[in-house]
């Protein structure tokens, strides 16, 4: 029980800004305990921010596109940018067309190019615009501020597991490294099946099976694109999955809704 605790911690301490001081073990059982729980996370977050829009609905009278831009915003400051943070830096070093050696160096560069910051004003637009689209809709359903987050972590826990380091140091590296892959199977297996049970319990919208087929689908399309150019994965990339992933689950749910 305090393992999973401590990888409950962990995942708060590495992927929110909830502020967890305290020193951790970071042994092969708590690592796969936080990987496991990871769509969990995206599902306390997704909460939080249905609490906040519920709230923004009845007590203001803003309109559906500042309303997206909130709730855009208010992810991003769950995270502290992190993610985003990765997907600037895969924009760089992707849009660079260098090869695979100097992509991961620039993969590695903390500084912003031009590249990373046209992929970061176009990815938050998108997500203000269809969520913003989304929320101005009749038939919006309030479970999607929780679904997108937990299924964009999900399948960012499928193509982690999959898919090879692309270099062997790092925290990518360390966690891969450290994953029980036995464990994590069956608690992820266990994790989708609640979880989508649990989500179409509480809404019935059929839209969440075609979310978690897209997210399958892309976690093995995403592995072999970063095979192809970075030579596997990294924590930069895993950020940035996790945020397109949330970009196209928005353009989907808009498309079937």
């Not at 479970?143 to 972590?153: D, G, H, Q």
């Not at 994590?184 to 994790?191: A, D, E, M, P």
């Amino acid at each position: 029980m305090k393992t999973v605790l401590n990888g409950i911690l962990l995942a708060f301490q590495f992927f929110t800004v909830v502020p967890i001081n305290k020193e951790l073990p970071l042994t092969k059982k708590t690592i796969t305990a936080m990987f496991s729980f990871l769509p969990w996370l995206g599902a306390i977050m997704g909460a939080v921010m249905t609490a906040i829009f519920y709230l923004l609905q009845t007590y203001t009278d803003l309109s559906s596109i500042l309303t997206g831009f909130l709730l855009v915003f208010g992810y991003v400051i769950w995270t502290g940018g992190l993610h985003l943070d990765g997907f600037v830096d895969m924009g760089d070093a992707y849009f660079s067309y260098r090869d695979i050696d100097k992509r991961i160096e620039i993969l590695d560069d903390p500084r912003i190019g031009a590249f990373g910051a046209m992929s970061l004003v176009f990815l938050v637009l998108t997500k203000i615009f269809f969520l913003s689209e989304l929320v101005g809709q009749q038939d919006f359903n309030w479970i999607w501020l929780i679904a997108v987050p937990f299924y964009s972590r999900l399948g960012m826990s499928v193509y982690f597991i999959q898919t090879k380091s692309s270099k062997e140091k790092g925290l990518g590296f360390f966690f891969k490294q450290h994953l029980n892959l036995k464990y994590w199977l069956i608690s992820t297996i266990i994790s989708t099946i609640i979880g989508t049970t649990l989500l179409f319990w509480l809404s019935g919208q059929w839209q969440l099976i075609i979310l978690l087929l897209i997210v399958i689908v892309t976690a093995f399309f995403y592995k072999w694109w970063t095979i192809r150019n970075f030579r596997g994965s990294s924590g930069d990339l895993l950020g940035a999955f996790i945020e397109g992933m949330e970009g196209v689950l928005w353009i989907v749910l808009l498309l079937f809704t």
